[in-house]
C-alpha cells in the first residue's frame, strides 16, 4: 500500500536526530568546517545514539535496519551539515562495500569494531575514484597482481572521503580492464600497511566538515584475505554496493538541499525590498516554490530508490542512479537559488547559503561524475536484466 | 551595415590583452584567491608594462577619461565595444583579478556621465602614469536596500557650504582603498528617487571611515568593504554635477545610478562571458585527454551534447554583449539589451561552471582545478550590478505596456 508515512519507530529516531542535527550540528557548522572535521565530542554523541551502525546486520553488532530508514537519518544529519554527516558515520561507504562484498569473516573482522568499545574513534573509506577519469569502472587504472604473499597493488586513488587516518580502505583496483567485470576487484588496506601514502586533506570546493584525502599505492601487499571478492558474484555485489552508497549520497543530497530551501524561504519572508517581503514578489515566489518542489521530487525519488533495495527489486540499480542524477540536478538549481535569494548577503560567509553552493558541487561527486551518472541511467534504460544493447561490453 | 568583424585595432588590442590574460593573469588565478587580498604587487608590474598604466586598464572601460570616449578614424564611438571584447578577455584570465586593477572602475560612468568638468579633472586627475596604483569605487548599496536602489537610507544634509553624510554603504568593489568613492544618498526621503544626489568622498575625508572587509564564497582576491558615514563633512563641490544637474530633471541622483547601469551591465555580462570561456577551456581539453570517442556510447553522447551546448550560449551570450555596448556607444537607448545582456551571459556562465564542475567530478573540486574557483566566482555576475531578477524587472517593464 502506498504510503509516505515512516514507521513509529522511524518518527522516534528521526526526532532525536532532528534535534541533533540541528543544536549539535548546524549550530557548530562552521566551526566544523574550519577544524575539517566533526569532533570527538560529536562522534561520541552519535555513537551513543545509536546511529553508527544502523543499517547494519545484527550479527555486526547493527540495528538491522534498512535502507528507507537510513535514507531518513541521512538526510537529517546532512540538514544539519553534509560534511559532519559523513564524519560521523564511521565504517561510511567503504562499510558498505564490505557488507555487499565482504564474506562472514570481513564482517567480522571489519565491520563489528565500528559497534565495540571506542567504536566513535574509528574511520574506514572508500578508495574508489582515481585522478583520471576512467572509461568505466572495470577499467581502473589501479593494478592489481596476485602474488605468492598475496595480492600487489599498484596506483593512485583520489577524492577518498574521510580518509585522514582511516583504520581501513576498500580499494577498488583491476587485474585486467580486458576482463570486464572479473577483472575488477576489491581490497582492504589495513592502515600502515608499506606503500600506502596518504595526503594532508585537500582543499576542495566544499564538504570542508570531513577530511578529503587522496592517496598512493606503491607496491602494497595485502593478504589474500584481504580481496572482497562478492561471494562469487563481484558484479552482482559492486552494483547492489553502488546502489545502496548512492542512495545514501543522494539523501545527504537532499539533506543539505532542504536546508538551502528552507533558509531561503525563512529569508525572503524577512527581508523587504520595493516595500514588501522579497518573497511576495513574483520573481522570487516562483523561484521559491520551484525549488520547493524540487527537493520534494528528488526526496522521493530517493525513498522509493532505498526502498527497492530493502525489496531487492531487480531495477533498484537502476532507481538508485536516477535517485542520485534528480538528487544532483536539483542540487545544482535549490543551493544556487538559495545564494540568489539572498543576493549579495549570498555571497558572503557570514550566510549559510555559500556553504550549500560548495557542498551541493562537491558531494555530488563521491560516486562520479554527472555525465557517468547520467549515461549509467541512460544506458540502463535500454535493459531490464542490466545487459545494455549499446554497451554490453562496459561495466557501467 | 551588419557587421560581426572586429576592427584591425580592436583585433590588435584583444591579442595583446589576450596574451596578457594567459602569460600574466591566469598564473596567478589560483594563488590569489587563496591569499584573499588583492595582488598589489602585480598590479604594479602590469602597470610597468604599460597595462592599465597609471590608469584604468583599457578592458575596465577605456584611460582614465571614463568609457566610451574612444572613437574609429571615422568619429564612431567604439569604447562600449572595445570595453566588452577586453572584459570578457580579462575576466578569462581571471574574474577577481579583474576587478583589482586600478582605475575607476564602476566610479568611473557616473562622474563621467554627470561630473562638471573640474570634477572630472579631480576625479580622473589621480590617475598618473607613475607605478602607484590608485582606485574610484562606487558606494550605492546600503545593508536594507540593494535591489531596492530607491530605498537608500544614507542622508545627505546641507549645512552652508557642505554637505553632512550619515549612513552605510555594503559590498563596496574596491571602496577601502579608493582614493574617492562615488557615494549616493538621499536629502529627502520623502522625495524618493528625486532626493538622491551623488557626491565625491576622498579617502580620508572626516566622518568616513571603513567598516569590514567582507570574507566572501568567491572573487577572494578583490576587496568588498563596507564604508561608514557618520556626519561625513564633504564640500558642495562634490556634489556631482553640482546643484544645476539636480534642479532641471527630478531624478538627477537617480538617473546617474541608472544611466551607469546602461553601459557597466554589458560590461559586466561580458566577463561572465569570459569565465564561462574559461570553465568551458578547461573541460574542453579535459574531454580531449580522457574521453575522446572513448566508451561508454551513451557517456560519449552525453559529453558531446554538453560541450556542445556550453559553446552554443556562450556564443550567444556573447553576442548579447555586443549589442547592447553597440547600442550604447550609437546613443541608442539600450537599458533593455543591457539587461537583457547580463540576465542571459550571468545565467549562461553559471549553468557552465556548474556543468564543467560536474562533467569533472570530484577532479573539478579540488582548489587547484580552476573550475572549482570559477564555480565560486560566477555566482555573484547574477547578482551585483542588479540581480537576474532585477534585470527580468527592466527587460518585461520595456516590453509590457502598464507593468
Ligand atoms: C562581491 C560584490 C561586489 C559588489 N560591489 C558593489 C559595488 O562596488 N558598489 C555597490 O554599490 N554595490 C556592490 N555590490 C552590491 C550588489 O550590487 C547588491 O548586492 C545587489 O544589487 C543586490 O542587492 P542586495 O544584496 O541588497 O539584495 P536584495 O535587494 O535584498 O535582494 C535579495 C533577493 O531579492 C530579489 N528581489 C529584490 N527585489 C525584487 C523584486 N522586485 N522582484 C523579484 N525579486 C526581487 C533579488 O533579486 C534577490 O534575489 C556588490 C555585491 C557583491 C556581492
Known amino acids: 500500500m502506498i504510503s509516505f508515512e515512516p514507521s513509529d519507530d522511524e518518527k522516534e529516531i ?287 525519488m530517493v525513498w522509493k530508490a532505498a526502498w527497492e533495495v530493502d525489496h531487492a527489486r531487480p531495477s533498484a540499480e537502476r532507481a538508485s542512479i536516477q535517485a542520485l542524477v534528480q538528487a544532483n540536478e536539483m542540487a545544482k538549481k535549490v543551493t544556487n537559488d538559495g545564494v540568489q535569494v539572498l543576493g549579495g548577503a549570498g555571497f558572503i560567509r557570514d550566510y549559510p547559503v555559500e556553504k550549500w553552493y560548495r557542498d551541493a558541487r562537491t558531494l555530488a561527486f563521491v560516486l562520479g561524475t554527472d555525465p557517468m551518472d547520467n549515461s549509467r541511467a541512460a544506458t540502463l534504460t535500454f535493459t531490464s536484466d542490466g545487459e545494455s544493447p549499446l554497451d554490453s561490453l562496459s561495466c557501467v | 551595415m551588419i557587421d560581426f568583424e572586429l576592427s584591425d585595432s580592436q583585433k590588435n588590442i584583444r591579442e595583446m590583452v589576450r596574451w596578457f590574460a594567459r602569460e600574466e593573469v591566469r598564473p596567478l588565478a589560483l594563488e590569489s584567491d587563496k591569499a584573499h587580498t588583492v595582488p598589489l604587487e602585480f598590479l604594479k608590474k602590469s602597470m610597468q608594462l604599460g597595462l592599465g598604466s597609471g590608469t584604468r586598464p583599457k578592458a575596465l572601460g577605456g584611460d582614465g577619461e571614463g568609457a566610451g570616449e574612444e572613437r574609429d578614424a571615422k568619429g564612431t564611438k567604439q569604447g562600449n565595444r572595445v570595453s566588452i571584447i577586453l572584459g570578457e578577455e580579462i575576466a578569462w584570465g581571471d574574474p577577481a583579478v579583474v576587478l583589482t586593477f586600478p582605475g575607476p572602475g564602476l566610479g568611473g560612468p557616473p562622474v563621467q556621465f554627470t561630473g562638471t568638468a573640474e570634477q572630472k579633472s579631480r576625479a580622473f586627475g589621480i590617475f598618473k602614469n607613475d607605478g602607484v596604483p590608485r582606485w574610484g569605487a562606487y558606494a550605492l548599496t546600503e545593508p536594507a536596500a540593494g535591489s531596492d536602489v530607491a530605498g537608500i537610507q544614507a542622508t545627505a544634509r546641507k549645512d552652508g557650504n557642505h554637505y553632512i553624510l550619515n549612513g552605510r554603504k555594503c559590498y563596496i568593489t574596491n571602496g577601502a582603498r579608493a582614493t574617492w568613492n562615488v557615494v549616493f544618498a538621499t536629502v529627502d526621503k520623502s522625495q524618493g528617487r528625486a532626493g538622491h544626489r551623488a557626491f565625491l568622498v576622498f579617502k580620508g575625508t572626516p566622518g568616513f571611515s571603513v567598516g569590514k572587509i567582507e570574507d566572501k564564497l568567491g572573487l577572494r582576491a578583490s576587496e568588498t568593504a563596507e564604508l561608514v558615514f557618520e556626519d561625513c563633512k564633504v564640500h558642495v563641490d562634490d556634489l556631482l554635477g553640482g546643484e544645476e544637474h539636480y534642479d532641471k530633471g527630478a531624478k538627477g541622483g537617480f538617473t546617474t545610478a541608472m544611466k551607469t547601469f546602461d553601459s557597466t551591465r554589458p560590461m559586466v555580462a561580458a566577463m561572465a562571458v569570459g569565465i564561462a570561456r574559461a570553465a568551458y577551456d578547461v573541460v574542453h581539453d579535459h574531454i580531449r585527454e580522457n574521453y575522446l570517442l572513448s566508451r561508454p556510447i551513451a557517456r560519449y553522447h552525453v559529453l558531446a551534447e554538453l560541450i556542445a551546448n556550453m559553446e552554443r550560449k556562450i556564443a550567444a551570450a556573447r553576442l548579447m554583449c555586443w549589442r547592447a555596448a553597440w547600442m550604447a556607444d550609437e546613443g541608442i537607448p539600450n537599458s533593455k539589451e543591457a539587461s537583457m545582456s547580463k540576465a542571459y551571459a550571468a545565467q549562461v556562465a553559471s549553468w557552465v561552471c556548474q556543468e564543467a564542475i560536474g562533467l569533472m567530478g570530484h577532479l573539478g573540486t579540488y582548489h587547484a582545478n580552476l573550475v572549482e574557483k570559477l564555480y565560486r566566482d560566477v555566482k555573484v555576475y547574477d547578482i551585483f550590478e542588479g540581480t537576474g531578477q532585477v534585470q527580468r524587472i527592466v527587460i518585461s517593464r520595456r516590453l509590457l505596456k502598464g507593468l
Open chain 1, 14 to 300: 528521526l526526532k532525536t536526530v532532528e534535534r541533533f542535527a540541528e543544536v549539535e550540528v548546524r549550530a557548530t557548522m562552521r566551526d566544523i568546517e574550519a577544524a575539517g572535521r566533526p569532533p570527538e565530542e560529536l562522534r561520541r554523541k552519535y555513537h551513543e545514539m545509536g546511529l553508527g551502525m544502523l543499517n547494519y546486520p545484527e550479527t555486526v553488532g547493527g540495528s538491522g535496519m534498512g535502507q528507507v530508514t537510513r535514507a531518513l537519518i541521512e538526510e537529517a544529519l546532512s540538514f544539519g551539515d553534509p560534511g559532519a554527516a559523513i564524519g560521523l558515520d564511521g565504517p561510511g561507504l567503504a562499510g558498505l562495500a564490505i557488507l555487499e562484498l565482504g564474506e562472514g569473516a570481513h564482517d567480522e573482522r571489519y565491520l563489528a569494531p565500528f559497534a565495540g568499545p571506542d567504536a566513535h574513534l574509528r574511520t574506514a573509506a572508500l578508495a574508489l575514484l582515481e585522478p583520471k577519469p576512467v572509461a568505466d569502472w572495470c577499467s581502473l587504472a589501479t593494478h592489481a597482481r596476485e602474488t605468492a604473499a598475496g595480492y600487489l597493488l599498484d596506483g593512485a586513488k583520489s577524492f577518498v572521503v574521510n580518509g585522514a587516518d582511516a583504520d581501513f580502505y576498500v580499494v577498488f583496483a583491476s587485474f585486467d580492464p580486458a576482463k570486464g567485470w572479473d577483472g575488477l576487484a576489491a581490497f582492504v588496506v589495513e592502515k600502515g600497511t608499506p606503500g600506502v601514502t596518504v595526503t594532508e586533506p585537500i582543499l576542495t570546493c566544499g564538504l570542508n566538515g570531513v577530511p578529503i584525502v587522496d592517496l598512493t599505492l606503491d607496491g602494497v601487499v595485502v593478504p589474500k584475505a584481504a580481496r572482497l571478492s562478492g561471494r562469487g558474484d563481484f558484479a552482482g555485489g559492486f552494483r547492489r554496493f553502488l546502489a545502496r552508497a548512492r542512495v545514501v549520497n543522494a539523501a545527504r543530497i537532499v539533506g543539505l538541499s532542504r536546508a538551502a530551501c528552507e533558509y531561503a524561504i525563512r529569508y525572503a519572508e524577512e527581508r523587504t525590498a520595493f516595500g514588501k517581503p522579497i518573497g511576495h514578489h513574483q520573481g522570487l515566489s516562483w523561484m521559491i516554490a520551484d525549488i520547493a518542489t524540487e527537493v520534494d521530487a528528488a526526496r522521493w
